[in-house]
């Protein structure tokens, strides 16, 4: 239980202490869904980003 739980918090982390965001910048609900909706989705790059980049003096063609 624990950790399905680490797993699915761990999203909020990174856009809290990654990207900053601890308050809604705008007054309407859908500027904010779109905004959150864009951190959701960078911090999935983020949580993959050694993945999606190649080892460091390796060449991929």
């Given at each position: 239980?624990?950790?399905?739980?680490?797993?699915?918090?761990?999203?909020?982390?990174?856009?809290?202490?990654?990207?900053?965001y601890v308050k809604v910048r705008y007054r309407g609900l859908a500027k904010n869904t779109a905004q959150v909706l864009t951190?959701?989705?960078?911090?999935?790059?983020?949580?993959?980003?050694?993945?999606?980049?190649?080892?460091?003096?390796?060449?991929?063609?």
């Open positions: 239980k624990a950790s399905l739980r680490a797993k699915v918090e761990h999203p909020f982390r990174v856009i809290k202490r990654q990207f900053g951190l959701f989705a960078l911090s999935n790059l983020w949580l993959t980003r050694k993945a999606l980049m190649p080892a460091a003096g390796k060449l991929c063609l």
